[in-house]
């Protein structure tokens, strides 16, 4: 049975820091690419960041570059996203995401339930 599961959200004033951790289990974790997506309430679900199976290549939208950190363990089947110097406009819930791709085609595209980050003072 598939299961990402994340933790660490929770309440936090401006200018603070949470680590969220998405715990993954039921596959070959080491295979795929892992991202973070969040969604506040009233707009779309947006890419925060992504990082490759190995771990050699990430990405992040412009919003969060220089504050945030996406990092894994592939022996703890574990994606983390470190945020740093939070806004209120981080808030939203955060959500893991696996996914496999053989030759450009989706093969496997898993979703964790999510985890609440609220920033405010």
């Known amino acids: 049975q598939v299961q990402l599961v994340e933790s660490g959200g929770g309440l936090v004033q401006p200018g603070g820091s949470l680590r969220l951790s998405c715990a993954a289990s039921g596959f070959t974790f080491s295979k795929y690419a892992m991202s973070w997506y969040r969604q506040a309430p009233g707009k779309e679900r947006e890419l925060v960041a992504r990082i490759t199976s190995a771990g050699g290549s990430t990405n992040y939208v412009d919003s969060v570059k220089g504050r945030f950190t996406i990092s894994r363990d592939n022996a703890k089947s574990t994606v983390y996203l470190q945020m740093n110097s939070l806004k209120p406009e981080d808030t939203a819930v955060y959500s893991c995401?696996?996914?496999?791709?053989?030759?450009?085609?989706?093969?496997?595209?898993?979703w964790g339930q999510g985890t609440q980050v609220t920033v405010s003072s």
């Open positions: 995401n696996a996914v496999l791709r053989t030759l450009g085609a989706l093969v496997a595209d898993y």
